[in-house]
């Protein structure tokens, strides 16, 4: 698959995700305290299943749940891309909720050190499961309007998926484990 066919629905992506995580931020400008309960649902959810384990099974489970999100992304093309804008939207929003809570309290180079070490593997791979749901959902269209041949295409995106998205994904929570907890100190 062309990096060039790519590029429209990455724009796309990148263009939803980063409204959205401006949405978020304005509004913990706006409700401070709906930043404190989304962290709080994340304390719950997320953060306090995998806090004690070991680096090495905190990595493996941040995988897990990122490849899961990236799946639900790149799956969702299927309801004519719906789904994957829904899905990169709010994860969007609560990216922008939790940075913003985060940067009010610890400051923004806390933030940077929080995020650039894996995010630089992790949101291109979001992005990109998000651009390849919203090319699933144009073959499906496509094919529905009489052109195309949707299946095709689906095995075309899901290959790109498998090279491009879960190696990104891999990395960064290898990083987000071990790298990103040893870099953060420097700066707290």
Do not use: Y
């Not at 913003?100 to 650039?116: D, H, K, T």
Request: some cysteine.
């Amino acid at each position: 698959m062309s990096e060039v066919r790519l590029l429209p629905a990455i724009l796309a992506s990148l263009a939803i995700f980063g409204l959205c995580v401006g949405i978020g931020v304005v509004a913990v400008w706006q409700s401070p305290s709906l930043g404190e309960q989304v962290l709080e649902m994340l304390d719950e959810e997320l953060f306090g299943e995998i806090l004690d384990d070991s680096p090495a099974m905190i990595s493996l489970k941040l995988f897990l749940n990122n490849l899961e999100a990236c799946i639900f992304l790149f799956l969702g093309g299927a309801s004519a891309g719906l789904l994957t804008v829904a899905i990169l939207s709010v994860n969007g929003v609560i990216i922008g909720v939790v940075m913003e809570l985060v940067r009010q309290e610890q400051g923004l180079l806390f933030v940077a050190a929080s995020l650039i070490p894996h995010g630089i593997f992790e949101i291109p791979a979001f992005i990109t499961a998000s651009a390849l749901g919203l090319m699933l959902g144009q073959a499906l269209l496509l094919e529905l309007r009489g052109g195309g041949d949707a299946a095709r295409r689906a095995s075309e995106l899901g290959s790109a998926f498998l090279r491009i998205v879960i190696p990104l994904l891999a990395i960064a929570a290898v990083v987000e484990a071990f790298i990103t907890p040893a870099i953060i100190p420097l700066v707290a």
